[in-house]
Nanobody
Framework: QVPLIESGGGSVQAGGSLTLSCSAS????????KGWFRQAPGQRREFVAA????????YYTDSVKGRFTISRDNTKNTVYLQMSSLTPEDTALYYC????????????????WGQGTQVAVSS
């Protein structure tokens, strides 16, 4: 059973917005650090954003600051990524991640991964 399931991806024109959601299969994940990574074709997987267990701190990669917002609703066991002012450079497969302890930008730190949701931004 895939522990994390992403949704909300799709195609949008440059300047548009999308909101990604990630639901967890087990209640324990509501206490985990959550985050998002992305991988564009032919590129390395890239950290996007992370949010602490109680949402008191958030962390973004520089390229999305001011455009993306990560948030979570622990009562729904869901984490969100609101994306605005999208550019073709944001086109990628977006992955939801979770970990009981790790809070940072390294992909190796997160124990749980979703299967990804595709975002395509056209110019």
């Amino acid at each position: 059973q895939v522990p994390l399931i992403e949704s909300g991806g799709g195609s949008v024109q440059a300047g548009g917005s999308l909101t990604l959601s990630c639901s967890a299969s087990e209640d324990i994940f509501s206490t985990y650090v959550k985050g998002w990574f992305r991988q564009a074709p032919g590129q390395r997987r890239e950290f996007v954003a992370a949010i602490s267990r109680t949402a008191d701190t958030v962390y973004y990669t520089d390229s999305v600051k001011g455009r993306f917002t990560i948030s979570r609703d622990n009562t729904k066991n869901t984490v969100y990524l609101q994306m605005s002012s999208l550019t073709p450079e944001d086109t990628a497969l977006y992955y939801c991640v979770a970990d009981p302890d790790y809070y940072g930008g390294g992909s190796q730190g997160y124990a749980y991964w979703g299967q990804g949701t595709q975002v395509a931004v056209s110019s």
